[in-house]
């Protein structure tokens, strides 16, 4: 089975099998797991903040991220499509009681002066606005790159403000890739920054959260709150170490490969490219198929290949590091036969 319905199902590598066996632990509660330490300090160097926190999940360091920069009754601005918004539960009311306040973009990017304009002034009927949330790559957009000039012109807004920007940077190091620029070029304009271990870095679990040594301190209080204070964690942060240190130039295998999924879906009559991909994610429209989802899925499962639904009309292929530039090819002609 080629399974492309998303870059979270990667395996360990041998490598990281190692690592985690041989992991030197302590009580990361106590602060005292040399493995949890260094990925930490690791991740604080390369993303240019002042600390870091290993977290359980994306989502859990996109919350504590919320948690500790706003104020129940405070009021976030989030891009309409983004995983903050759209994906976690509706964790930002649920957990922290702040409300979002939704901008659509364009491929993930918010029109700078739509945010400056979504900012509340100083009014005793409206609520604080107390964060900026901005994601890269955008999922929903097919893993699409928010540029750099958008990112400083949004964060150049919110410091005039006074109000901290955090990025959902889940795929972060595939925008820095497929960019060809360095983590703190993107990173510069934020002031919490949330990564995936898990995704196409490969690692088996966790995320990281960076930023100013305060926000992190409020992080880690309320990781411990919400249970996610971990003991012997370092077996998780070995093979973490190896994700950020040795797993992401890699990153630019999975973007040729969604490339050339992209462009033979590209040739296909009865199939419409909804994203030329930026990085690793394919979104297509295959309503001329006149199959539903459900059966478009199942005859490709037939076939041999798992995609996932991506609302009606739309299936996401996602490209990553345990399927092969040969895999693609027999996903190529699995596609054809359904069609
Ligand atoms: C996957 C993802 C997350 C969170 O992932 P978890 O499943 O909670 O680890 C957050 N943001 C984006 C954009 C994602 O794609």
Redesign the pocket.
Known sequence: MIDLR?D?LTQPTKKMREAIYNASVGDDVYGEDPTINRLEELTAEITGKEDALFV???????QLAVLAQTSPGDEIIVEAE???FF??GGATSALAGVQPRVVQGIKGEMNPNTVKSAIRSDDIHFPDTSLICL?N????SGGSIVSLENMSAIYDIASNAGIPVHI????LFNAVVASKRDVKDFTQYCDSV?I?L??GLGSPV??LLAGKKEVIQKARKWRKRLGGGMRQAGFLAASGIISITEMVDRLAEDHEKALKLADAIEEMDKLTLVNRPDTNIVIVNTEKTLQTNEEFLSNLKKEGLLAVSFGEGQIRFTTHYDVSAEDIELAISAIHRVI
């Open positions: 998303s979270t359980t999940s994306g989502t859990q360091g996109n983004s995983h903050i994906y976690e994601e790559t955008h999922n929903r959902d940077g889940a795929r949330q995936c898990s995704k966790g995320s």
